[in-house]
């Protein structure tokens, strides 16, 4: 499974972005899928997660204002952001898991989006 990220920009506190993720190869073996961002001098941390059921897990710094969501099961993840904030800026990384066969696990990541906060 590869992933392709988009969407990453700069913006204003309190505006919004919408973030992509395309996942392509074997996407019926993708069991979950999310968003993790990395700011400097800080560790890669969870943003939001969803699974293939339908759950969804979200940082307690950005519930009620990330939503994510996934159509065409789980060949795209979006995350859209509202009420942005500074501290929201770092790389943001899409990443996946899932099964490649019922006893062996992966996990892969897409390559990072900017996301920058700032007047």
């Known amino acids: 499974v590869q992933l392709v990220e988009s969407g990453g920009g700069s913006v204003q506190p309190g505006g919004s972005l919408t973030l992509s993720c395309e996942a392509s190869?074997?996407?019926?073996?993708?069991?979950?899928m999310g968003w993790y961002r990395q700011a400097p001098g800080k560790a890669r941390e969870l943003v939001a997660s969803?699974?293939?059921?339908?759950?969804?897990n979200y940082g307690d710094s950005v519930k009620g204002r990330f939503t994510i969501s996934s159509v065409n099961a789980m060949n795209w993840v979006y995350l859209q952001m509202n009420s942005l904030k500074p501290e929201d800026t770092a790389v943001y990384y899409c990443?996946?898991?899932?099964?490649?066969?019922?006893?062996?696990?992966?996990?892969?990541w897409g390559q990072g989006t900017q996301v920058t906060v700032s007047e």
């Open positions: 969803t699974t293939s059921a339908g759950s969804t």
């Open positions: 190869g074997t996407v019926s073996s993708i069991d979950a």
């Open positions: 990443n996946a898991r899932g099964y490649e066969s019922p006893w062996k696990t992966y996990e892969t």
